[in-house]
């Protein structure tokens, strides 16, 4: 089995190989490669030591051209010598782990030596690095055996832990012990449920087993590496994995709140299941997107808080939406979420119950004015997403009420209908014109004509709103 090489990556490992040195396309690019998907990047792992690289890629824009007695033809012909392409580089990012990257036309390439790796104390950083002249010992030191994989044009493929097989099988599996490779980096407990999820793939029994008595080794990973793994997981193919993240103990050190859901009832004709079951479901129903997939994570994660049971023995789950919106506020902070990707998706959890009835334009608009503009058409999807993880009790007709609701909200589109401030057809330089005093009264005045424009959207013209005005109706 061969693969193919990017032109700038087989460049620099023959110029490697030229100057004496081992250099093979190592990790994620190979694993992609062979599945026949679109590496993101391309790492380089070499037996050059790092200023041995930074030596041989010392080329064009460097001082030590550019001596006196030279003439310009006589650098750029250096240049093409030493070079293929017109710029090349290096740039010391991670020199101290044996990293550097490797500039070509203005696109990197990680460049690492092979490397043994010290006793880890922080479940996350070895304490030192050691540079060595043999790959498998580099190979060995990696998280799972589909990321142990080497390969370039002259040697093939070097597979020591059989990461091939695996792709075949199908299986996510540790390089050597799990209980290793977890205890020198905790957050690849995450990962290990993430690429499953990213590949269709399934964890190798041992690698899963190993994963609940170190799961509390994740409260020493920050919670940007975590939300990042969290994201990816939720986006992928397969974001129902996120039920290993729970069944294996992680929820409980970083989202408990998930855990409280996957343990909490549903005694209610709407729903089977409890409500985090309900929510991986909704999930899978959602397209794949990051502030929907979020959305729809933490939708119903007030459930358990708000659960009160009736006489009869039926759940209730009242003001949910709202206290779930406060509440994802809260671990989205928890969790280093920017604020933009937060206020999406607490705007959507406060929306997802809202349901205006009857469906007129009138109730539409006022939805749409309630809920916020910009939560749709997403809303939309958050709906339905959310009916056919239920039971099949009145499903049929709820989805039917979201199709009317957004046909309604298609046509008020159409018609460009005033729904906001901001398409009014007055504003506040026009009524001071008219005779009005500047202050908070101006923006009463306004919210005032918004909210008869929500009623009759015909009376959104600059001489109707005016004249009403004038008349003292505001």
Known sequence: MKISLPEKVSFIIKELQKNGHDAYAVGGCVRDSVLGREPQDWDITTSAKPEQVKEIFHYAGNADFRITDTSEDEVMQERENRCAFSHCYTIDTGIQHGTVTVMVDREGFEVTTYRIDGEYEDARHPKSVVFTENLLEDLKRRDFTINAMAYNDEIGFVDAFDGLGDLKRGIVRCVGRPEDR????????????????????????????????????????????IQAELVK????????????????????????????????????????GTVGEHTIWSLVQVPQDRVLRLAMLFHDVAKPVCLKTDAEGVDHFHGHPQ??????????????????????????????????LPLTERNVRRAIYRNGEAQYPDLFAVKRADILAQSDYLQKEKLEYVDQYEQIYNEIQEKAQCLSLKNLAVNGSDLIAAGATPGREIGRVLDLMLQDILDEPEMNTREILLGRFREGRY
């Open 323 to 356: 206290m779930g919106a406060e509440m994802t506020g809260r671990i989205m902070r928890r969790l280093r979420f920017d604020n933009d990707t937060t206020a999406r998706v607490k705007a959507l959890i406060r929306a997802h119950d809202d349901r205006p």
């Open 233 to 272: 997981l939720l986006v992928s193919p397969h974001p129902e994995e996120i039920r290993e993240v729970y069944e294996t103990g992680m929820a409980d050190v970083f989202l408990p709140e998930f855990s409280a859901m996957m343990r909490t009832p549903q005694h209610n004709p709407h729903h089977c």
């Open 182 to 225: 977890f205890q020198e980096d905790a957050l690849r407990m995450m990962r290990a449920v993430r690429f499953a999820a990213q590949l269709g793939f399934q964890m190798d029994p041992v690698t899963r087993e190993a994963i609940g008595p170190l799961a509390g080794n994740l409260a020493k990973i920050s919670a940007e590496r």
